[in-house]
């Protein structure tokens, strides 16, 4: 029997393949994640992770894990739901950033509907900095997008790297200014992508603009130009270009949960939707096929 604490714990690095950034999101020492990790471990049979000087990676049990501990844990909460005798109720106001659209976000909504009936769920789809400016407005009480810089607010769900895509044939012409395909503004990979370029003396013009993350890889599949886009969510049909295309590194990215500042039932439920898309945090970087 694998103890939900342990799991918990494992989830977390999984999320954040650090065993740092996990103890500070969890508000424990790094020594008792590693801890939980390595009695896990024991309790399994297997290693689940390879740590080295280059960072941590899920070993071939670690993945296998994934699936295991998500369902154990959706188990034991459905359990503890049901003998508490509670149920949520109110309406949350969930915001969520276009990166998701194509992820599999939805099946983590679903599967909080199933448990928590009674709360009406209300999803806005927007940029990011909309997003931001939409919560300090008071019109969300939760969102799940990005954040400007690694010492912004918000509590850390994944960090990956920010990277140029573009079609599989596409070739860039380093004489002629880079063609970005972008959102509108105030989009934080939009602000990003021509920061980068400018500070590297890059020229560059927008050829396409869309609020619409399906109007952008279209966009780009038709061979339009290039998108900064997150590392983990390449589109299928997609492609990083690489090094020899001479664009410079995008940098990091983090993907973080805010709350808003209402304290009621529905922040109740914002918190249980909070800690069911931690849990299935391993999901939403895992582009639909």
């Given at each position: 029997?694998?103890?939900?604490?342990?799991?918990?714990?494992?989830?977390?690095?999984?999320?954040?393949?650090?065993?740092?950034?996990?103890?500070?999101?969890?508000?424990?020492?790094?020594?008792?994640?590693?801890?939980?990790?390595?009695?896990?471990?024991?309790?399994?049979?297997?290693?689940?992770?390879?740590?080295?000087?280059?960072?941590?990676?899920?070993?071939?049990?670690?993945?296998?894990?994934?699936?295991?501990?998500?369902?154990?844990?959706e188990a034991n909460e459905r359990a503890a739901g049901f003998f508490a005798g509670t149920r949520l109720r109110g309406r949350v106001r969930f915001g969520v950033s276009e990166d998701f659209v194509l992820t599999r976000l939805p099946e983590i909504l679903a599967g909080f509907r199933r448990e928590h009936p009674e709360v009406d769920l209300e999803l806005t789809v927007e940029l990011s900095?909309?997003?931001?400016?939409?919560?300090?407005?008071?019109?969300?009480?939760?969102?799940?997008?990005?954040r400007d810089g690694p010492d912004g607010p918000g509590r850390l769900v994944w960090r990956d790297k920010l990277v140029w895509i573009g079609g599989e044939r596409l070739r860039l012409d380093p004489r002629r200014p880079v063609p970005l395909i972008v959102f509108p503004p105030p989009g934080i990979t939009r602000a990003r992508a021509f920061e980068v370029l400018e500070r590297h003396g890059r020229t560059w013009r927008v050829v396409c603009t869309s609020g619409s993350l399906s109007g952008?890889?279209?966009?780009?599949?038709?061979?339009?130009?290039?998108?900064?886009?997150?590392?983990?969510?390449?589109?299928?049909?997609?492609?990083?270009?690489?090094?020899?295309?001479?664009?410079?590194?995008?940098?990091?990215?983090?993907?973080?949960?805010?709350?808003?500042?209402?304290?009621?039932?529905?922040?109740?439920?914002?918190?249980?939707?909070?800690?069911?898309?931690?849990?299935?945090?391993?999901?939403?970087?895992?582009?639909?096929p």
């Open positions: 029997m694998f103890d939900p604490v342990q799991l918990r714990t494992f989830l977390v690095v999984a999320q954040t393949l650090s065993f740092t950034q996990a103890a500070q999101r969890l508000g424990v020492q790094q020594s008792t994640v590693s801890q939980q990790v390595r009695r896990l471990e024991e309790a399994a049979g297997a290693r689940l992770f390879a740590r080295d000087t280059h960072g941590v990676e899920l070993t071939e049990d670690g993945e296998a894990m994934l699936g295991f501990a998500g369902t154990i844990l900095g909309t997003l931001h400016r939409m919560l300090d407005a008071g019109r969300l009480d939760l969102c799940l997008a990005k952008l890889v279209a966009a780009a599949h038709a061979g339009l130009g290039v998108m900064a886009h997150t590392q983990g969510l390449v589109p299928q049909g997609l492609a990083r270009l690489p090094a020899r295309s001479g664009l410079p590194e995008l940098g990091a990215v983090d993907f973080v949960l805010l709350h808003g500042r209402r304290r009621s039932t529905a922040q109740q439920a914002a918190d249980a939707l909070a800690d069911a898309i931690l849990a299935g945090g391993d999901r939403l970087h895992r582009p639909l």
